[in-house]
T-cell receptor
Framework: DQQVKQNSPSLSVQEGRISILNCDYT??????FLWYKKYPAEGPTFLIS?????DKNEDGRFTVFLNKSAKHLSLHIVPSQPGDSAVYFC???????????FGQGTTLQVKP | KAGVTQTPRYLIKTRGQQVTLSCSPI?????VSWYQQTPGQGLQFLFE???????NKGNFPGRFSGRQFSNSRSEMNVSTLELGDSALYLC????????????FGPGTRLLVL
């Protein structure tokens, strides 16, 4: 049972445009959400997070939106740069279990 | 500050063998988690250790085990290897349990033939 789903395996955008990566979850007990970025041959690196009590968090070019009623979160990258090309994982944390559950990942390609 | 280190980086084993992977967390971090990454499955949580105790466990068979030492270094062991165990095994450390940000190592790429 996949509690955190990233339904788009890949996404391709032009440099300078907006990249929108989506993530859906099923467990309403998740109270903290994170995005990680992963380059080949490296471990994932933390990008941005959001608490379930908020609906938006912004950090530079990266903004995460949370829609609790739809159990959906998204990561917006504006403007997209070729260096953003990587695999992006969303993850959800539930305080009652202490587990961090990851999605399958979305490969983003930003074309120059 | 040095990051999370994992050894070895690459490993080739045959079915039925066992393997031990090592993870050294960031200095001062006391929580270590292990994940398995396979194509299409994302990162699957294996287990989490804190203060030498397993605090959380994912849905993996008993062939997968781990431990944590007093210096917070952790090892993961897989016995009776199967072809399906071929994957990237990632270790992540954090200051404490809970929703602390996890910092990942580069992973150990295991190939089972």
């Amino acid at each position: 049972d996949q509690q955190v789903k990233q339904n788009s395996p890949s996404l391709s955008v032009q440099e300078g445009r907006i990249s929108i990566l989506n993530c859906d979850y099923t467990n309403s007990m998740f109270d903290y959400f994170l995005w990680y970025k992963k380059y080949p041959a490296e471990g994932p690196t933390f990008l941005i997070s959001i608490s379930s009590i908020k609906d938006k968090n912004e950090d530079g070019r990266f903004t995460v939106f949370l829609n609790k009623s739809a159990k959906h979160l998204s990561l917006h990258i504006v403007p997209s740069q070729p260096g953003d090309s990587a695999v992006y994982f969303c993850a959800a944390y539930a305080s009652n279990t202490g587990k961090l559950i990851f999605g399958q990942g979305t490969t983003l390609q930003v074309k120059p | 500050k040095a990051g999370v280190t994992q050894t070895p980086r690459y490993l080739i084993k045959t079915r039925g063998q066992q393997v031990t992977l090592s993870c050294s967390p960031i200095s001062g971090h006391r929580s270590v988690s292990w994940y398995q990454q396979t194509p299409g499955q994302g990162l699957q949580f294996l287990f989490e250790y804190f203060s030498e105790t397993q605090r959380n466990k994912g849905n993996f068979p008993g062939r997968f085990s781990g431990r944590q030492f007093s210096n917070s270094r952790s090892e993961m062991n897989v016995s009776t290897l199967e072809l399906g165990d071929s994957a990237l095994y990632l270790c992540a450390s954090s200051l404490a349990q809970g929703r602390e940000t996890q910092y990942f190592g580069p992973g150990t790429r295991l190939l089972v033939l």
